[in-house]
C-alpha cells in the first residue's frame, strides 16, 4: 500500500541555519503531497503542498519539489528561525485509493538562538 | 480565517466506558475526517464523511467506533467500550472537497485509565 518515509528526528539546528528534511514516498497512483507542521500544544496546520510531478510548493520560506523520478518531497528553508521549532509531517493524499491522508511518522525541529 | 475546533481538548475515561469527541468543521466544507496519533506513533486515518454517509474507513474504524453528523454544526466519533489502546491525540479534519487541503483541529487528548 501506499506509505511515507521520513528522516528520523530529532533535528538540532542553530537560527540562520539551512534546513532539509527528507521525504520518500511510495504510491500506485499519482499522488498529492504534503507538509504539515504541528507547533507545540497545537493542531496540524498546512504549510505547502504540491499535486503534480516537477511542482514547487513553498510558504513562510519553506519549499519542497516534487519529484516522481526520486518519489521525493524534501522540505527546504534557507534560515531557519527559532519560531520554526515544531514538528513537520510529510503526506501524501491518492486520489486513485481514496481521500485519507497518509501520514509519515514526523521530524522534531528545535532551533536555539 | 476559519477553523476546525475540538471539544474537549482532555478526556479521561475509564475503561469500558463509551466516550464522544466532538468536532466543528469549516462550516463550508462538505469532507469530514477523524485520525488518531498514538503517542510516538504516526497520525493514521480513521474515516472519512460526505453527504451524512461514510466514504471511507481504515481497518482501525471496526464496529467499536461510529460517527455522526447529528446537526449542521457537529461532527462526533463515538467510541463504545474504550481500550487502553485507544488512548491517542484523536484530530478532526475537514475540506471542502475531496481534492481540497485538509483543514485540522487542535486534537482531543483521550486518556483511558
Known amino acids: 500500500g501506499d506509505s511515507v518515509t521520513q528522516m528520523e528526528g530529532p533535528v538540532t539546528l542553530s537560527e540562520e541555519a539551512f534546513l532539509t528534511i527528507n521525504c520518500t514516498y511510495t504510491?500506485?497512483?499519482?499522488?498529492?503531497l504534503f507538509w504539515y507542521v504541528q507547533y507545540p500544544g497545537e493542531g496540524l496546520q498546512l504549510l505547502l503542498k504540491a499535486t503534480k510531478a516537477d511542482d514547487k510548493g513553498s510558504n513562510k520560506g519553506f519549499e519542497a519539489t516534487y519529484r516522481k523520478e526520486t518519489t521525493s518531497f524534501h522540505l527546504e528553508k534557507g534560515s531557519v528561525q527559532v519560531s520554526d521549532s515544531a514538528v513537520y509531517f510529510c503526506a501524501l493524499s491518492d486520489r486513485q485509493a481514496g481521500t485519507a491522508l497518509i501520514f509519515g511518522k514526523g521530524t522534531t525541529l528545535s532551533v536555539s538562538s | 480565517e476559519p477553523e476546525v475546533t475540538q471539544t474537549p481538548s482532555h478526556q479521561v475515561t475509564q475503561m469500558g466506558q463509551e466516550v464522544i469527541l466532538r468536532c466543528v468543521p469549516i462550516s463550508n466544507h462538505l469532507y469530514f475526517y477523524w485520525y488518531r496519533q498514538i503517542l510516538g506513533q504516526k497520525v493514521e486515518f480513521l474515516v472519512s464523511?460526505?453527504?451524512?454517509?461514510?466514504?471511507?474507513k481504515s481497518e482501525i474504524f471496526d464496529d467499536q467506533f461510529s460517527v455522526e453528523r447529528p446537526d449542521g454544526s457537529n461532527f462526533t466519533l463515538k467510541i463504545r467500550s474504550t481500550k487502553l489502546e485507544d488512548s491517542a491525540m484523536y484530530f478532526c479534519?475537514?475540506?471542502?472537497?475531496?481534492?481540497?487541503?485538509?483543514?485540522f483541529g487542535d486534537g482531543t487528548r483521550l486518556s483511558i485509565l
Open positions: 479534519a475537514s475540506s471542502a472537497d475531496r481534492d481540497q487541503p485538509q483543514h
Open positions: 464523511f460526505y453527504n451524512n454517509e461514510i466514504s471511507e
Open positions: 504510491a500506485t497512483g499519482y499522488p498529492s
